[in-house]
Structure formats: C-alpha cells, structure tokens
C-alpha cells in the first residue's frame, strides 16, 4: 500500500444529523475516511448504515433539514463542505442507484452525456456532442451515433448506467462516486459495468469512492474498505485482508450472513436483533445489543484502535474476532426423492400482448415458453434468472394466478384445472417478494393469520387463536406480534409474517417469490434457514425463484437456469454448480464470463438458441438457426447447448486481458 | 417500539381545520335538528302587519315580503342542504364505490359495461344532468337528494377504480388471490380497508358540491317547494326584493356560506388526517 500521496478525498469527524419533528436523527457519527489519489474505496453497509449520507455530504446535497459537521473535510486541499457547489459535476462526478431514476426521460443520450460540457465547461455544441459520442464509445456503447439521439426508455438498464457513467465522467472528474451502481442491475450487467469501472481507472487515473451493501462487489474492483454501522466506521483496511480476517464482529457477521456458491451445504450465519434506534445514539459500541463477543467493558465509548497493517477496528475486542465461526456446521445434504413428483409441469406457456381488435398486427411476447420442471415432496427447486427472464410469470401459471396459453400442469398426480378448487388453494401458497407490499397495512398480524384459516375453515374461536401462536413460533416472533400491524415491523419481520401466513394452511408446496431479495443480507440470512428449517421440519416442498445465484445455491437441492422463459440447464445443485455449465450459467456464476457476454440488443430472431444474441461462447450460425439440443451431463444433470459436453466441462474463459483478475495498480 | 408508538401517537394528533369545521358542521346540524322548536315564530305563518321589517331586536334577520321572520325560515331550512349535501353524497359512495371496485376488479367487458356509461355521464354538465333528472316529474327534496346524487356516482366510481387498480397490484392482494378468495372478499377486506381514506377525502369535496347544486336546483324551482323554505329557494324569491329588503336574500346566503365553508374545512382537515404523503411530509 502506498501511503505517501497525499489523499484526494479526506474526511475526519464527520456527522451529520436531521431535524425531524419529534427527535433528533444521528444519521452519521464521527465517520472518517480518506481515498488516496487513483485508489478506489469501498464504503459498506446495510441499509440505515448512513453510507448514501456520506455521498449527498460529499455533493453538498444534504439539504436544509440536515446539520452536518467535520474536523476536517477536503477535496485536494479545498474545503469540501463550503466549496461542494462548485466542486460537483465538474471535479467530482456521481453515479447514482437507479439509471432510469437518475436520468431525464425527456432528453436524449447524447445532450445528457454533453451537458456538463455545455453548461460547466463551455464547450461549442458540436464539440461536445463529438466529445460525448466518443465517451460513450470508451464506455462500450455499440452504435453510439444512434444511441446518441436515443431516450432513457430506449435502453436497456446495462446501456442507462453506462450513459450514466458517461455523463459523470463528462465533466473529466478526478474522483468519482459512486452509490450502489449496480444495485438495480442483472448480475451479467453488473460484472461488466465493474470491469468497465475498472478499466476507466486504469486509463484515467480516476479515485472512486464505491458505496455498496454487497461485500461481492466491492472485492472485486476496492482497493481499499470502510465499513458502516448504524452511522459509525467500525472497521477499515485493505480489501483483501478485510475480506479475509475480518477484525469486527460486525464485518465477520456480514460474511458469515453471505450466501455463496463456494459455501454451500454449510449454514449461514445470520445476525440477530435490528439496526439500533438512530434517534438516541448509544454512546458505547452500538453493535452491543447484536454482538456475540459483548461484555460490560462494550458500554465504553469505542475508538478505532490500530489493528495490523493500515487496518483499524472500533472494538476492543477485535482479537477475539478471528475466533468467531464464519459458517455453521454443514446441514444434512439434501436426500434424493424417490416418490412421485407433487409438481410436474410440462410446456407451460404464456405470452403478453398479441394482436387485438384494432391492433392486429402486434405480436403476442411468450414471457414463459414451453417450460417444464418437477418439484417432488420436500424438495427445494432453485429457478434462477435475471429480469424479465419469465420467472414471476413461471411462479404465477403454476399457481394458477394467471392462465396459461398452453401446456401442462398437475399437482400430486392430477391436472389442476384452469380454476383450481379451494384443495389446490389450500396445498399450494406463495411467499411474496416485497415486505412492504405483501401485508395488508390495515390489519394486524393476527387478522392477517386468522384470515386464511377462516377461509379454509381451519380452525375458529380459541383454536384459531392457538394456530396464530404456533404460527408465530414457527417463523420464530415473538407471541406479542399479534395485535401489532404491519409498519410497526422491520422487513424481517415482515417477511416472516408472509411466510407463517403461507404456511397457515399446512401447504405441501410453497412458492417463493424472491422471497429473501428486499432483505439485508443479516437479516436474509436469518430467513433463508428458517425457510430451510421449515422444510426439514414440516417438509414442504419449494420453488425457490431468485435473481441471485448464491441465494439459490445455498437454499436448493436441484437448480433449473431460466433465460428468456425457457429452462437453459437444470440438475442437482452440486452438479450444477460445478462445471459443465451451459454458457449462461457459467456467467452467472462467474464475472469472468459475464463481462465477455455481448451486450444484448435484440430478441433472438427464428428457432435458434435463446441466448445465441448474448452467449460468449456462441458456435456461429447453427446457434441462430437450429435448436439447441439437451445434453445429458451426468444423471438428471441436462444442459441445453450446441456445444458437446466434454468441451462445456472446460471454462470457456478466453484468455487476455478481459477475462483476467483485477490488474494490480502500482 | 417506541418510535414507532411515538410516530403512531403522532399521526393521530387532529388537525386544527378539521377541530374547526367539525365544530361548526356539528353546531349546524344541531341547530337543523332542534330548529323547529327554537324558531322564534312560526316560519310559514304570514304577518301582514310586518312585511319588508328590517334585521332588528324582534326580528334579528329582519322579516320578508309575507312578514315571514327571516332567522326563523332560515332555521327550518337549514335541514334542506344538510340532507342534500350528505344525503346525496352518501347516495353517490353506496353506488359508486361498488362499481368502481368491480370494474377495477373485472378488467375487460365488465369494466366496459360500467365505465363507458360512467364516461357519458361524466361528460354532461351536472346542472344540466341534474335538471334531465329532475324536470319531468314534480320536484320534492328526495327527488332533488336523488338527482344530485346520480350526479356524484360516476366522479366516485372513477376515484375507486383508480385506487383499487393500484391496490390490486399489490403482493398481500396476490396473496389473496393465492388462498383463492373470490372478488367481493378480496374486495371488502383487502381492497377496501387500504381505498377509503382517499375516498372519503373525495367525499368531503363533494358534499360541498352537493350542497351548492342542490341549492342551484332549488334556485331553478327544481327543490323542495314553497313554502318549504330551502335557502336556494329563498335567495331566488328574494331576487325581486333586492334593492328593498336585501336581508331576505342575504341571510341564506350568508349562511349557505357559514356551511360550506364549515364543510371545506372539514374535508381539508380530513384530508390532513388521513393523507399519508402530507403526514410522511410533517414526520420526516
Ligand atoms: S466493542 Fe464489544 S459489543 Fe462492540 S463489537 Fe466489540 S465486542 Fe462487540
Ligand atoms: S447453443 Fe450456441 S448460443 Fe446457445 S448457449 Fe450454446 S453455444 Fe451459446
């Protein structure tokens, strides 16, 4: 690490806190940080942790309601606070969460990648459009003169967020931040916009300040880490051994709480208990309440004390840290099921759109097409896919939430009619994606349990009273839950709430609909085994559907690849999982291959295979023409591929620069 | 806990608008209701003697062209445009509402089948709307209180279309659906509970409205009758006398402006109260 220039950010003692009608909210508490020239820091937290303040204090953007302080705030030696205005958008750039958020649907690509350059640094017009056509080229924008006249809702979400990069950079920024910008993204999409943020720091020179909740990310492109909770740093140092020996508990809990396709079969380990009350600050270490290491000594006010090599913690128990387990011990692995399938699902298939009375030309979109899969009694079935792949849509037909266009389905050995009967209803519950949305706001969670089995005709009176309590205590609340509603609880608890409500009528089989997505990764981590401890327990049978592979290669015993509403390989999780992997798969599991899929523009065209636009190991013609066939890869493991599987089982990385690691920066 | 008991606590402090107009909506209804044991005379008895008596110590708002004491008249009638206002308005939410929650519910030809009417009716002026219903036949209040409300139906119906559509997206109505529960449950119990406050805010507006196009019917002879004594009614016979005897208009109108704006109040008040974007602005 070098040390010796001098940072261009520096921030000590920052705090910021708001105005609010009925207490004081402490949003940031004494936060120092400092990005040396051309490095990039990775700030990292959950959500309530203060890591967007940071930015919007950075930008001079907190607003009138926030008080913000600093012992020392300065970008390359100028008095950040008081001189933000003139700094933003010229010497510091920001890229924020949402690309279809953060630009103006009314104008097109290219004036708002030129904009800085007209207003800021007074360019002619036609400078600056051949300015920002080129800097959207540097960015990998195919077709830019194009893509130039083009409006936000012509993109896709990759090509918004590279635009969006493209104006930041317009205003040849020296540092650049950058708040969860690949939040609202497709894994593929995220691992090429980090290489590209990697790239432009190597050829510009750019220091970047990347905030994120996902260690994942930051690993890859951080040099060096600051981690926030509840308001506070509690941990810095450089990425790598941050990653590797975490020296806060808080930092070990985030890791352990991490699914990952390496750590499969173990458990997680989530940690307990919710974000402090921001209102009233505990002046001692305000991870107390959550800490597996806490003693009276924790009250004390913690500083951050020197651990090792340019790395410090804020606890003065970080020695014991190390000892702390990272994973449980390894759950039972999954038993294969002999016994009929309970689910069985043959070329499901619905399209959106199609031609109407006065539009008869338009063209119906298969959002599903002729997909298949069995979920036998108890069995986890992972279906993993990026948006708009088709999967909610899958979820909704096998429920019968949606009619199907055509194809098969049939739950425990008979066809479930178009409008299935009350039994169906009762065996086969959903579990919702987001908190927020899935509890009716007016009813309390007692009124929200008792509902399905008074419709059902479960249990009445006391009895019912008795099933709410045992509900509660399967998904693990508290018995004083009951009379509360839904805002009074945290997106946790929420989600626990959608599931003991699914499991109220005793399901055989439940559908989780990114069931664990809106969650932090603490609190994800809790549910995830409640949800496998249900299983084993009452053994309920799970379609598990999530954008995220590490979620699914944790909770699933058999894994199906979705791609443009068709299955592209499905199999046991450990075979899938391991190599062979149809192209697809390998770049969802994989950054390396994701950054070499193509960027794509258009719906596959004709009979060929449904990835041939996007696939980096794409054969040539035969992929846009013929149908791919499956190939068995091993037992039950099927890829749906041109390629042979001797050749998939070798990763299909090409070598060069693209497909490498991170280069070192001297 | 506590912040959220403390926000919950908040949240229910009463705006001052709605205390206001709450007081004086209910002092209003009051005086409706035991008006005709307080008025000072008789309101439909002639007094020959005493036309044309300007506001005084006997007669506080003066008497009209049949020595009729105008406080009195006033007072009997005030019932008239309380019933209009909310009669009417109660009228429109039992029949608009339903339809709007089934059209949302039943995309395609149900919903047409209820919409498209509602879009005609939308598209004629009330008055005119008002007067088509009420012209044929001899006018009386229950008529008026009917017309008036047929008029609301189609504003009410659209404004619970509009928020059950958005309701209906959401995961605790897919949850619903999952159980299998038909459209009259998930409508009375998910749909329902979450679209009232905007409605009722609605509702608020609209009894104003209901009041001034009742008394605009009136006005037109499309009311109660004479003697009946309807303010609207009553500014319109006063016209003649207006240069003479101004208070026999003025005093109905003054107080058909006390209601009204008793019930804006009210309504904005409501809204305060139940509006969760204006209170999230005031909690931060
Ligand atoms: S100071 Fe104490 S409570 Fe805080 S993280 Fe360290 S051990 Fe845990
Ligand atoms: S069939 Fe061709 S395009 Fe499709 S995944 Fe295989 S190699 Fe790629």
């Given at each position: 690490?070098?040390?010796?220039?001098?940072?261009?950010l520096?921030v000590?003692?920052?705090?910021?806190?708001?105005?609010?009608?009925?207490?004081?909210?402490?949003?940031?508490?004494?936060?120092?940080l400092?990005?040396?020239?051309?490095?990039v820091?990775?700030?990292v937290?959950?959500?309530?942790?203060?890591?967007?303040?940071?930015v919007?204090?950075?930008?001079g953007?907190?607003g009138?309601?926030?008080?913000?302080s600093?012992r020392?705030?300065?970008?390359?030696?100028?008095?950040?606070?008081?001189?933000?205005?003139?700094?933003?958008?010229r010497?510091?750039?920001?890229?924020?969460?949402?690309?279809a958020?953060a630009?103006?649907p009314?104008?097109?690509i290219?004036?708002?990648?030129?904009?800085?350059?007209?207003t800021?640094?007074?360019?002619?017009?036609?400078e600056?459009?051949a300015?920002?056509?080129?800097?959207?080229?540097?960015?990998?924008?195919?077709?830019?003169?194009?893509?130039?006249q083009?409006?936000?809702h012509?993109?896709?979400?990759?090509?918004?967020?590279?635009?969006?990069?493209?104006?930041a950079?317009?205003?040849?920024?020296?540092?650049?931040?950058?708040d969860?910008?690949?939040?609202?993204l497709?894994?593929?999409?995220?691992?090429?916009?980090?290489?590209?943020?990697?790239?432009?720091?190597?050829?510009?020179?750019?220091?970047?300040?990347l905030v994120?909740?996902?260690?994942?990310?930051?690993g890859?492109?951080c040099?060096?880490?600051?981690?926030?909770?509840?308001?506070?740093?509690?941990?810095?140092?450089?990425?790598?051994?941050?990653?590797?020996?975490?020296?806060h508990?808080?930092?070990?809990?985030?890791l352990g709480?991490?699914?990952?396709?390496?750590a499969?079969a173990?458990?997680?380990?989530?940690?307990?208990?919710?974000?402090?009350?921001?209102?009233?600050?505990?002046p001692?270490?305000?991870?107390?309440?959550?800490?597996?290491?806490?003693?009276?000594?924790?009250?004390?006010?913690?500083?951050?004390l020197p651990a090792?090599?340019?790395?410090?913690v804020?606890?003065h128990?970080?020695?014991?840290?190390?000892?702390l387990?990272?994973?449980?011990?390894?759950?039972a692995?999954s038993?294969?099921s002999?016994?009929?399938?309970l689910?069985d699902?043959?070329?499901?298939?619905?399209?959106?759109?199609?031609?109407?009375?006065l539009?008869?030309?338009?063209t119906?979109?298969?959002?599903v097409?002729?997909?298949?899969?069995?979920?036998?009694?108890?069995?986890?079935?992972?279906?993993?896919?990026?948006?708009?792949?088709?999967k909610?849509?899958?979820?909704?037909?096998?429920?019968r939430?949606?009619?199907?266009?055509g194809?098969?389905?049939?739950?425990?050995?008979?066809?479930?009619p178009?409008?299935?009967?009350?039994?169906?209803?009762?065996?086969?519950?959903i579990?919702?994606?987001?908190?927020d949305?899935?509890?009716?706001?007016r009813?309390?969670?007692e009124?929200?349990?008792?509902?399905?089995?008074?419709?059902?005709?479960?249990?009445?009176?006391?009895?019912?009273g008795?099933?709410?309590?045992?509900?509660?205590?399967l998904v693990r609340?508290?018995?004083?839950?009951?009379?509360?509603?839904?805002?009074q609880l945290?997106?946790?608890?929420k989600?626990?709430v959608?599931?003991?409500?699914a499991?109220?009528?005793?399901?055989?089989f439940?559908?989780?609909?990114?069931?664990?997505?809106?969650?932090d990764?603490?609190?994800?981590?809790?549910?995830?085994?409640l949800?496998?401890?249900?299983?084993?327990?009452?053994?309920?049978?799970?379609?598990?559907?999530?954008?995220?592979?590490?979620?699914i290669?944790h909770?699933?015993?058999?894994?199906v690849v979705?791609?443009?509403?068709?299955?592209?390989?499905?199999g046991?999780?450990?075979?899938?999982?391991?190599?062979p992997h149809h192209?697809y798969?390998e770049?969802l599991?994989?950054?390396?291959?994701?950054?070499q899929?193509?960027?794509?523009?258009?719906?596959?065209?004709g009979?060929?295979?449904r990835?041939a636009?996007?696939?980096?190991?794409?054969?040539?013609?035969?992929?846009?023409?013929?149908?791919?066939p499956?190939?068995?890869a091993s037992?039950?493991?099927?890829?749906?591929?041109?390629?042979?599987?001797?050749?998939l089982?070798?990763?299909?990385?090409?070598?060069g620069p693209?497909?490498?690691?991170r280069?070192?920066?001297? | 806990?506590?912040?959220?008991?403390l926000?919950?606590?908040?949240s229910?402090?009463?705006?001052g608008?709605?205390?206001l107009?709450?007081?004086v909506l209910?002092?209003i209804?009051?005086?409706?209701?035991?008006?005709?044991?307080?008025?000072?005379?008789?309101?439909?008895?002639?007094?020959?003697r005493?036309?044309?008596?300007?506001?005084g110590?006997?007669?506080w708002?003066?008497?009209?062209?049949?020595g009729?004491?105008?406080?009195?008249?006033v007072l009997?009638?005030?019932?008239?445009s309380?019933?209009?206002?909310?009669?009417a308005?109660?009228?429109?939410?039992?029949?608009?509402?339903?339809?709007?929650?089934l059209?949302a519910?039943?995309?395609g030809?149900?919903?047409e089948?209820?919409?498209?009417?509602?879009?005609?009716?939308?598209?004629?002026?009330?008055v005119?709307?008002?007067?088509?219903?009420?012209?044929?036949?001899?006018p009386?209040?229950?008529?008026?209180?009917?017309a008036?409300?047929?008029?609301?139906v189609p504003?009410?119906?659209?404004?619970?279309?509009?928020?059950?559509?958005?309701?209906?997206?959401?995961?605790?109505?897919?949850a619903a659906r999952?159980r299998?529960?038909?459209?009259?449950s998930i409508?009375?119990?998910e749909?329902?509970?979450?679209?009232?406050?905007?409605?009722?805010?609605?509702?608020?507006?609209?009894?104003?409205?209901a009041?001034?196009?009742?008394?605009?019917?009136?006005?037109?002879g499309?009311?109660?009758q004479?003697p009946?004594?309807?303010?609207g009614?009553?500014?319109?016979?006063?016209?003649?006398?207006?240069?003479r005897?101004?208070?026999?208009?003025?005093?109905?109108g003054?107080?058909?402006?006390v209601?009204?704006i008793a019930?804006?109040?009210?309504g904005e008040?409501?809204?305060?109260?139940?509006?969760?974007?204006?209170?999230g602005?005031?909690?931060?």
């Amino acid at each position: 690490m070098a040390e010796a220039a001098a940072p261009i950010l520096a921030v000590e003692g920052l705090s910021v806190s708001y105005a609010t009608p009925y207490a004081r909210l402490f949003a940031l508490d004494d936060v120092s940080l400092a990005i040396p020239r051309g490095e990039v820091l990775g700030l990292v937290g959950e959500s309530g942790s203060g890591k967007s303040t940071v930015v919007l204090a950075a930008l001079g953007l907190l607003g009138e309601a926030a008080s913000v302080s600093a012992r020392r705030a300065e970008f390359d030696g100028r008095d950040l606070l008081a001189d933000a205005a003139a700094l933003r958008g010229r010497r510091i750039g920001v890229v924020f969460q949402d690309p279809a958020a953060a630009l103006n649907p009314a104008l097109s690509i290219g004036l708002q990648v030129a904009e800085p350059m007209l207003t800021h640094q007074r360019l002619p017009r036609t400078e600056a459009y051949a300015r920002a056509a080129a800097l959207l080229g540097e960015l990998g924008i195919p077709r830019v003169a194009e893509i130039m006249q083009a409006y936000p809702h012509q993109l896709s979400g990759g090509m918004k967020q590279r635009a969006m990069i493209a104006a930041a950079l317009a205003g040849e920024p020296e540092l650049l931040l950058l708040d969860e910008p690949t939040t609202a993204l497709d894994v593929t999409i995220e691992a090429q916009i980090l290489d590209l943020l990697e790239g432009l720091r190597a050829s510009r020179g750019l220091s970047m300040l990347l905030v994120s909740h996902n260690l994942g990310i930051v690993g890859r492109l951080c040099d060096r880490l600051t981690i926030l909770y509840a308001g506070r740093t509690v941990e810095t140092g450089p990425t790598a051994a941050v990653l590797a020996a975490p020296r806060h508990p808080y930092t070990r809990g985030l890791l352990g709480a991490l699914p990952r396709p390496e750590a499969r079969a173990r458990r997680l380990l989530p940690i307990p208990g919710a974000l402090p009350d921001l209102r009233s600050p505990d002046p001692g270490c305000n991870f107390r309440p959550r800490c597996p290491l806490a003693v009276a000594a924790c009250a004390e006010p913690q500083a951050m004390l020197p651990a090792g090599p340019a790395r410090r913690v804020r606890c003065h128990r970080h020695a014991l840290v190390a000892d702390l387990p990272l994973l449980l011990d390894p759950v039972a692995p999954s038993r294969p099921s002999a016994a009929a399938p309970l689910v069985d699902v043959e070329g499901l298939t619905r399209g959106f759109g199609g031609p109407t009375l006065l539009r008869r030309r338009r063209t119906r979109v298969h959002a599903v097409d002729g997909m298949s899969l069995t979920i036998h009694p108890g069995e986890i079935v992972g279906l993993v896919g990026e948006s708009g792949c088709g999967k909610s849509t899958l979820a909704r037909l096998i429920l019968r939430l949606l009619p199907a266009d055509g194809g098969r389905l049939a739950f425990d050995g008979r066809p479930v009619p178009e409008r299935p009967d009350l039994a169906f209803r009762r065996r086969a519950q959903i579990v919702l994606q987001n908190p927020d949305g899935s509890l009716n706001p007016r009813r309390t969670v007692e009124a929200i349990l008792r509902r399905p089995l008074a419709h059902f005709g479960l249990a009445q009176g006391a009895a019912a009273g008795r099933e709410v309590a045992r509900l509660l205590e399967l998904v693990r609340l508290p018995e004083a839950y009951r009379s509360r509603y839904p805002h009074q609880l945290s997106g946790g608890e929420k989600q626990r709430v959608g599931i003991a409500r699914a499991l109220a009528t005793r399901p055989d089989f439940l559908v989780c609909d990114e069931a664990v997505s809106a969650l932090d990764v603490s609190v994800q981590a809790a549910v995830l085994n409640l949800l496998q401890d249900l299983r084993d327990t009452l053994g309920v049978a799970y379609l598990f559907i999530s954008h995220d592979i590490g979620v699914i290669a944790h909770i699933a015993d058999t894994i199906v690849v979705m791609y443009r509403g068709h299955a592209m390989e499905r199999g046991p999780a450990d075979a899938v999982l391991h190599a062979p992997h149809h192209p697809y798969t390998e770049a969802l599991l994989s950054a390396g291959a994701a950054r070499q899929m193509r960027l794509v523009d258009t719906a596959p065209s004709g009979a060929g295979c449904r990835f041939a636009g996007a696939c980096p190991r794409k054969l040539g013609a035969i992929c846009d023409i013929e149908p791919p066939p499956w190939r068995e890869a091993s037992a039950g493991h099927r890829i749906l591929c041109h390629i042979p599987v001797e050749q998939l089982a070798r990763p299909g990385l090409r070598p060069g620069p693209a497909g490498a690691r991170r280069p070192q920066t001297p | 806990m506590s912040a959220a008991a403390l926000r919950h606590a908040a949240s229910r402090r009463l705006p001052g608008t709605l205390l206001l107009g709450g007081a004086v909506l209910g002092a209003i209804a009051v005086l409706a209701v035991i008006g005709p044991w307080i008025t000072p005379y008789n309101p439909t008895a002639f007094a020959v003697r005493f036309r044309f008596v300007p506001p005084g110590a006997a007669h506080w708002f003066g008497t009209d062209e049949f020595g009729r004491d105008v406080l009195s008249r006033v007072l009997a009638g005030a019932h008239y445009s309380l019933v209009m206002g909310f009669g009417a308005t109660a009228l429109s939410l039992a029949v608009g509402v339903p339809l709007g929650l089934l059209a949302a519910f039943h995309r395609g030809l149900v919903e047409e089948a209820i919409m498209r009417p509602i879009d005609l009716l939308i598209s004629l002026p009330p008055v005119l709307l008002g007067l088509l219903i009420l012209a044929v036949t001899p006018p009386n209040l229950f008529k008026t209180v009917l017309a008036v409300g047929i008029v609301y139906v189609p504003i009410l119906a659209r404004l619970s279309r509009a928020v059950a559509l958005g309701l209906l997206e959401e995961d605790f109505v897919t949850a619903a659906r999952a159980r299998g529960e038909g459209a009259v449950s998930i409508l009375a119990r998910e749909i329902l509970p979450n679209a009232w406050p905007p409605i009722i805010v609605e509702s608020g507006l609209r009894v104003t409205f209901a009041i001034l196009l009742g008394s605009s019917l009136s006005f037109l002879g499309l009311g109660p009758q004479p003697p009946g004594s309807e303010w609207g009614l009553m500014i319109a016979e006063s016209r003649e006398f207006l240069d003479r005897a101004p208070w026999i208009g003025l005093a109905p109108g003054f107080s058909l402006c006390v209601l009204l704006i008793a019930v804006n109040l009210f309504g904005e008040g409501l809204r305060e109260f139940l509006d969760p974007r204006l209170r999230g602005r005031a909690g931060g």
